[in-house]
């Protein structure tokens, strides 16, 4: 696995290969991690960097354990375009931790993707 910078606040990971030639066919995941509430800016911001990513990733990951989303409807149309980007283009966008109300709009408003609830906590 490899890790190199993005664009401001990001890190890009990805595999490649093993073998004689380092640039052939590897998959590359984007794990997203916003934190804070996630208002129209953040919303915004959210969506224009996973637009820009749905273009290069084979997988993007968004992670939205550190978050609060006031606005679950609207997130889900920002996140509709580009995740529809990704399956056009038989790639996945993954959603962690997305809250029940946010879950339950990304299905009204056809989001496609794979969720995953939050991770249980240790007590």
């Not at 984007?30 to 996973?50: E, F, H, N, W």
């Not at 996140?79 to 997305?98: D, F, H, I, M, N």
């Not at 809250?99 to 056809?110: G, K, S, Y």
């Amino acid at each position: 696995m490899t890790a190199v910078p993005g664009t401001s606040r990001h890190l890009v990971t990805g595999t490649r290969p093993a073998g004689p030639n380092p640039d052939a066919d590897g998959w590359l995941t984007t794990v997203l991690r916003p934190a804070g509430t996630l208002d129209r800016r953040g919303r915004r911001r959210l969506s224009q960097a996973l637009s820009r990513l749905a273009a290069s990733c084979d997988m993007v990951v968004i992670d939205l354990t550190a978050t609060d989303v006031p606005a679950p409807s609207a997130l889900a149309r920002n996140l509709r375009a580009p995740a529809l980007e990704l399956e056009q283009a038989e790639r996945c966008l993954l959603l962690v931790g997305a809250p029940p109300d946010l879950a339950a709009e990304l299905d009204r408003t056809a989001v496609p993707g794979v969720r995953f609830p939050a991770p249980a906590t240790r007590g």
